[in-house]
């Protein structure tokens, strides 16, 4: 990335990659360099797709976000499908959600293989972006910020919150219900609901299909409960710590886990209320929990800074042997 695309990335590439049939989508991780005043690579890709087989560039996204990035792109691509129309969607530096053409076209201009633009959704408001009239300087506490959870595709409609780099601290935030059958900049036309409530976060939503219910978490520590059609609160949950991870809904349940190694499993129901009812379950590990856990095969996978459990329920496992 650095020698054939001239991307300058800011710590680390920390994203993951996305895989869609031969073709792999990839965030650069372009960013500002230590002084977090300059953008060194300001017309570098902030997206790239690669041939999974073999590793080639096969096109990269020409949209401008490395013009007008905060600081950094770490934000995992996802993605969706509206009819016959697959999309990749990104969650970008510059505050914007993104949805691209994954089949690159060339651009006979720039003699380049581009990943087209679909549509694009700024998430951060204006009274993020100014006060009495002025810029807020990023990164305030009551200022813009970038995203880094990945966009979430639920029945033709993405899901994604902004935040910062935690060691920015807390903030203000956003999470959009955007409806992605529209085209071109959709800012004013495709938002189905928004909740602001929610401070700044990393974590990407997770959906219960059978409830429709949508969790997610943010850096403060709480885990929010909403409808993942109207974006109705039903209840908050305080973990009392910072959180980096996302939540996982899965068998009727949430789980979440937290900086201090809490960890903790809680109804995925409506009518749960924090104040009265007890998490179905609660432990706490020896070490800071960063990740979010993995169900798979009847075994849940949770890793802490210093170790990787396997948790099952032996008598189901020696029943099914």
Request: net charge negative; hydrophobic share 35%.
């Amino acid at each position: 990335m650095r020698e054939e695309l001239g991307v300058f990335p800011h710590n680390i590439a920390s994203s993951s990659v996305l895989i869609a049939g031969d073709k792999l989508f990839c965030t650069t991780s372009n960013g500002q360099d230590w002084s977090h005043l300059n953008i060194p690579s300001p017309l570098a890709p902030c997206l790239i797709a690669l041939d999974k087989n073999t590793g080639k560039l096969i096109g990269e996204e020409m949209s401008g976000i490395s013009e007008n990035l905060m600081h950094c792109n770490w934000s995992s691509p996802g993605m969706g499908k509206v009819g016959d129309q697959e999309m990749v969607l990104f969650g970008a530096g510059d505050g914007k959600c993104y949805a691209f053409n994954p089949d690159p076209v060339y651009n006979s201009d720039e003699d380049l293989n581009v990943l087209q633009e679909i549509w694009s959704f700024d998430c951060v408001p204006d009274k993020y972006k100014f006060k009495d009239g002025r810029p807020i300087k990023y990164p305030a506490a009551d200022g813009p910020s970038e995203i880094i959870a990945t966009p979430v595709f639920y029945k033709n409609r993405v899901y994604v919150s902004i935040g910062q780099d935690p060691e920015h601290g807390e903030g203000v935030g956003r999470l959009v219900c955007i409806d992605a059958t529209q085209k071109g900049d959709v800012t004013e036309t495709a938002l189905i609901w928004e909740y602001e409530k929610i401070h700044r976060t990393i974590s990407t939503v997770s959906i219960d299909p059978e409830s429709g219910l949508l969790f997610v978490a943010d850096y403060s520590g709480f885990v929010y409960c909403l409808d993942a059609e109207t974006g109705r609160e039903y209840w908050v949950y305080d973990m009392k710590a910072h959180m980096w991870s996302s939540t996982l809904a899965a068998d009727g349940k949430v789980f979440a886990s937290d900086e201090d190694g809490d960890f903790v499993i809680l109804p995925a129901t409506k009518g749960f209320n924090p104040d009265t009812d007890k998490p179905i379950f609660d432990t706490w590990f020896d070490a800071p929990i960063y990740s979010t856990p993995v169900v798979a095969n009847g075994t849940i996978f949770v890793a802490t800074q210093t170790h990787l459990y396997a948790i099952e329920n032996q008598s189901q496992s020696q029943d099914s042997k």
